[in-house]
């Protein structure tokens, strides 16, 4: 009896475990999808300066007024370069204004990057030391914010955005946040 349970109470374990990783993988649950804190609540107070301009500063209160995403990318963030021609074509539409956070990165390579893939981003505000986007929960670039006139986040999206996610989600929440007025 005491073999039977030396060898069969590990099993039971290694069991409930591959269980668990089962259901995990199973798609109970999409992680880019994850729950901001934020969502109903104000963008993180900040006063920054663009990317283009180091003397041009852009605070929170001077994106109130219009709907807009808010898209933290780096350079050197591999998911930026993948997500940033969905971008690109998103700015062409029109729909929506796109304000970009360069997250700790090199000025000069984030201008350099935007002359040579292309600028999206209405605004682009430098966040050199990542203050910012560590007092908006980001624990990795990409990550994108829809965010109301009033300035309110109303969804949160950690990973490169799509043009399905664009078209599925995005810009009929845009829609609706505008028609609230």
């Avoid at 966040?127 to 914010?145: M, Q, S």
């Amino acid at each position: 009896m005491n073999r039977y349970l030396r060898y069969s109470v590990p099993l039971v374990v290694l069991a409930l475990i591959a269980s668990f990783f089962a259901w995990g993988l199973r798609g109970g649950y999409d992680p880019r999808e994850i729950p901001s804190p934020l969502i109903g609540k104000s963008v993180p107070a900040f006063s920054l300066p663009t990317v283009e301009q180091a003397d041009t500063l852009v605070s929170d209160k001077d994106l109130l007024g219009k709907v807009y995403l808010l898209n933290v990318w780096a350079t050197w963030c591999v998911s930026c370069r993948a997500e940033h021609q969905v971008l690109v074509q998103l700015a062409r539409r029109g729909k929506v204004d796109i304000v970009g956070i360069n997250w700790k990165d090199e000025r000069d390579k984030a201008s350099r990057w935007l002359e040579q893939l292309g600028n999206p981003y209405n605004i682009n505000i430098f966040d050199a030391k990542g203050r910012t986007a560590i007092d908006l929960g980001v624990y990795g670039a990409p990550e994108t914010f829809l965010v109301d006139r009033k300035g309110i986040i109303r969804y949160k999206y950690a990973g490169p955005v799509t043009t399905s996610l664009i078209n599925q989600t995005l810009l009929p929440m845009v829609e609706q946040l505008n028609s609230e007025g």
